[in-house]
């Protein structure tokens, strides 16, 4: 905390800080899991992923626990970067300032970027890059703080802009492509 100027915090908040940022690591770690399950053995695979949307992939209710079905990534490194607002962040902040109903307009209190070692199909490895902010939103009626993340690769190669369209964009796809009606008719014939 004296590293990153911080002076006034007191002594015994520290370890329920340390425990705080131990457990928002553990819900990034397991987004950054979830994403490389999908794309971790190519586009074709995510697709097939996610074209059933959120709901529909085999571990969305189990996030995290999917560690067996794929050869885990490996985080290579990691960078704190506090001070660089993500160009989503910038957007959403906008969006807030228009939309305040909507969207809350708070940039992130924090952000980090995260390198992945990806194994790839041929043996070999790639570096994934994630950019991973955090939020906190309003405190729970315990008063308990409450935080959100966005997980998310980094759109420095055309593959994780493609990635982003497709997890984010299975849910359109599964509902306008009348998904739902289709289970229905499938589990109803079977």
């Given at each position: 905390m004296?590293?990153?100027?911080?002076?006034?915090t007191?002594q015994?908040?520290?370890?329920?800080?340390?425990?705080v940022?131990n457990f928002l690591?553990?819900?990034a770690?397991?987004?950054?899991v979830e994403?490389?399950r999908?794309?971790g053995q190519g586009?074709?695979?995510g697709w097939?992923?996610?074209s059933k949307?959120?709901?529909g992939?085999?571990?969305?209710?189990?996030l995290?626990?999917n560690?067996e079905?794929?050869?885990q990534?490996?985080?290579l490194?990691?960078?704190?970067?506090?001070?660089d607002v993500?160009?989503?962040?910038?957007?959403?902040q906008?969006?807030?300032?228009?939309?305040p109903?909507?969207?809350?307009?708070?940039?992130?209190?924090?952000?980090?970027?995260?390198?992945?070692?990806?194994?790839?199909s041929?043996?070999?490895?790639r570096?994934i890059?994630?950019?991973?902010?955090?939020?906190?939103?309003?405190p729970?009626?315990s008063?308990?703080?409450?935080f959100?993340?966005?997980?998310?690769?980094a759109?420095?190669?055309p593959?994780?802009?493609?990635?982003?369209l497709m997890?984010w964009?299975?849910?359109i796809?599964w509902?306008a492509?009348g998904?739902?009606?289709?289970?229905?008719?499938?589990?109803?014939?079977?």
């Amino acid at each position: 905390m004296l590293r990153k100027g911080y002076t006034d915090t007191p002594q015994d908040a520290v370890e329920s800080m340390v425990a705080v940022h131990n457990f928002l690591n553990e819900g990034a770690w397991a987004e950054v899991v979830e994403w490389e399950r999908r794309f971790g053995q190519g586009i074709a695979r995510g697709w097939r992923e996610c074209s059933k949307g959120e709901e529909g992939s085999l571990a969305s209710a189990n996030l995290g626990s999917n560690t067996e079905e794929v050869t885990q990534p490996r985080l290579l490194r990691f960078m704190g970067r506090p001070n660089d607002v993500t160009p989503k962040a910038s957007m959403l902040q906008v969006l807030g300032w228009l939309y305040p109903e909507k969207y809350g307009g708070e940039l992130p209190f924090d952000r980090h970027d995260w390198f992945v070692q990806r194994p790839t199909s041929d043996n070999s490895t790639r570096e994934i890059r994630y950019v991973i902010d955090y939020y906190s939103g309003p405190p729970e009626p315990s008063g308990e703080p409450v935080f959100y993340l966005d997980v998310r690769p980094a759109i420095d190669r055309p593959g994780a802009a493609a990635e982003r369209l497709m997890r984010w964009g299975g849910d359109i796809w599964w509902r306008a492509s009348g998904g739902f009606a289709r289970e229905r008719a499938l589990q109803q014939t079977e």
